[in-house]
């Protein structure tokens, strides 16, 4: 009875109908995150070629990925406000950013032009989260919501692991420019593919002035002036710091101090990404039984600690098991972490805008810890210490998690009680 109660409420306010419509939404959508992970993975794939060929430093390549977190923050914010007023039909952008940042990547010579590709990468990869949340909470009735993120946000676990698994095939026979170029035409297909989708291409619909410039500019307003909204991008930036550093540097991590091949580090690295294609799901079925606050402030927690022991890790089969450990809480935390969302604006029209902050400040916040990851091997000259230094570095990001979740916390209570303050008064 309760699926013919969804599948009346689908057909009548929802572009969705059915449940295997659902589904193809959320797949489709998870084909573009997808990409954007895979984009995000690809340096760990070609780390070696640009330090020996090309000549980068260790800080050089970190700065490359920072580069691209931190445009993938910068185009979080615009791309949610202007996704309230155009909605999918924006990921016409994004893959089109993929596209182009990947051929100028895959055609330069130097870091000038390595640069300018990642940033274009990082503006495409931006964009998805940012576009995909109004488009779903559009298309889809609220009780479907929970089933579409846990496919949707499969798709960074299923980016990586492609990445990493693939990749490397395709760079030691073409280089770093046969990688980048695959990711082209990946960007390309994923591209076209979304768009066929009807409630991609469909505008959203909210009252008369609320996605006008003055209306967009008065939500905007309201998700920045939010506490709630702007403490879970804190929390967002602290833990994905952590992720985004992992990924960078464990595959040097596992050749300097374990002596892993390069094919076998990248290979052992891409069982993060199969922990995270796992995690996500269970973190939005966690939430469900536990509750979304409990499921953050652990998955947080868990991270940062095994995230502290790689740098002492005895070999490289320790290693290993706290990449997985990591990379599995470093998804668990975001279904729920992305579904508080909705709970803590006060439109819907602000969804768009308030998943645009949030990923600005998630991105654009972890854009720094690669970098200084990097810096970290420089001074140190890759030694024990240096990664230990960096590993602990990345683990601090985890802290200041923690304490954002206890101020989380608090203004959830003081909003609690302002709303039933309210209702009193009402009475």
Same mark, same amino acid.
């Given at each position: ?268 690295? $891409?069982?993060? !990404?199969? =922990?995270? *294609? +796992? &995690? ?5 079925? #966690?939430?469900?039984?536990? @509750? ?102 990345? $683990?601090?990001? !985890?802290? =200041?998690? *923690? +304490? &954002? ?5 608090? #203004?959830?209570?003081?909003? @609690? ?11």
């Amino acid at each position: 009875m309760e699926d013919s109660g969804a599948e009346a409420a689908a057909e009548s306010r929802y572009q969705v109908r059915t449940r295997w419509e659902a589904d193809l939404l959320a797949v489709t959508l998870m084909l573009v995150f997808v990409t954007g992970a895979v984009t995000l993975s690809l340096l760990a794939v070609v780390t070696t070629q640009l330090s020996s060929e090309i000549g980068l430093s260790d800080a050089q390549i970190g700065l490359l990925t920072s580069v691209f977190m931190g445009f993938y923050g910068v185009s979080g914010i615009t791309s949610g406000i202007v996704a309230a007023r155009w909605g999918g039909r924006l990921i016409a952008v994004t893959c089109g950013c993929f596209v182009v940042g990947s051929l100028i990547f895959a055609l330069s010579s130097g870091m000038a032009g390595f640069l300018v590709g990642r940033a274009i990468q990082g503006l495409g990869g931006g964009m998805v989260i940012a576009i995909c949340s109004p488009v779903l909470a559009h298309s889809l009735p609220p009780a479907w919501l929970d089933r579409a993120w846990g496919i949707l946000g499969s798709g960074w676990g299923l980016g990586t692991v492609a990445a990493l698994l693939i990749m490397p095939s395709i760079q030691k026979v073409g280089g770093y420019r046969a990688v980048f170029l695959t990711t082209a035409a990946l960007g390309l297909v994923v591209g076209v593919a979304a768009l066929l989708q009807r409630p991609v291409r469909a505008r959203p619909i909210h009252p008369e002035g609320a996605t006008t410039v003055r209306g967009l500019a008065r939500a905007t307003a309201a998700v920045v002036t939010n506490r709630r909204v702007l403490i879970l991008g804190l929390i967002n930036a602290a833990a994905l710091a952590t992720g985004v550093g992992i990924l960078q540097w464990t595959p040097q991590f596992l050749q300097d101090l374990h002596g892993s091949s390069e094919a076998v580090s990248v290979y052992l690295v $891409a069982g993060l !990404g199969a =922990a995270q *294609l +796992v &995690g996500n799901p269970l973190g939005a079925a #966690a939430s469900s039984r536990w @509750g979304k606050f409990a499921v953050i402030v652990w998955s947080i927690a868990v991270m940062l600690l095994v995230t502290a022991a790689v740098g002492i890790s005895p070999g490289a089969a320790v290693a290993f098991v706290l990449v997985l450990l990591a990379g599995f809480f470093s998804m668990t935390y975001f279904p729920p972490m992305i579904s508080y969302i909705p709970e803590v604006v006060t439109e819907p029209w602000q969804v768009g805008p308030a998943t645009g902050v949030n990923t600005a400040m998630g991105f654009a916040g972890s854009m720094i810890a690669p970098w200084l990851f990097g810096l970290f091997l420089d001074v140190g000259e890759r030694s024990r210490g240096a990664y230990i230094s960096g590993y602990l570095m990345l $683990a601090v990001f !985890g802290v =200041a998690a *923690l +304490v &954002g979740m206890a101020f989380f916390r608090k #203004a959830r209570a003081q909003a @609690g009680t302002t709303r039933r303050a309210q209702s009193g008064t009402t009475r």
